[in-house]
């Protein structure tokens, strides 16, 4: 996974999620910890996406909250990604490739996440959340645009 291929917010979203992980004393970044990530570090994109499906983000982050509590605590040992957050960041690179991108952004991580059936995608899916309403969204923000920096 290249990093260097990501957009700054995606970026900060991975750092965000990894933060969110060692201050619960979370041993592995899972997709609940990104999608918080996102939440809490996308300021314009995520709102908008969510708000066009209908979605509650108040409840979904007191969702999100909840099911962040359930994970395991550790203390003491080395923070990782867990396979199914790999997947979900593996998955938004294909994405963004196929969308003819030249970086991961926002979008693509929202899109694998919903993609990569785990809990998220589920939690996702059931506050309204649809790949042709996500798609729709995005097609509306970027107004045939490709993420080239």
Do not use: C
């Amino acid at each position: 996974m290249n990093f260097n291929n990501y957009t700054i917010k995606s970026q900060e979203v991975v750092q965000q999620a990894q933060q969110i992980a060692q201050g619960l004393q979370q041993q592995q970044i899972e997709n609940t910890h990104l999608l918080k990530a996102i939440l809490e570090v996308d300021e314009h994109v995520t709102p908008f996406i969510l708000k066009k499906s209908q979605v509650n983000i108040a409840l979904l982050s007191q969702i999100l909250d909840k099911t962040l509590d359930t994970l395991p605590k550790v203390s003491g040992g080395q923070l990782n990604l867990s396979n199914t957050a790999a997947k979900t960041l593996t998955e938004a690179s294909n994405i963004a490739q196929k969308m003819n991108d030249e970086y991961v952004s926002i979008e693509h991580l929202l899109i694998a996440l919903i993609e990569v059936k785990d809990t998220i995608s589920q939690i996702l899916k059931d506050k309204g959340l649809t790949n042709k309403g996500l798609k729709t969204a995005i097609d509306e923000i970027r107004k045939g645009q490709n993420v080239t920096s």
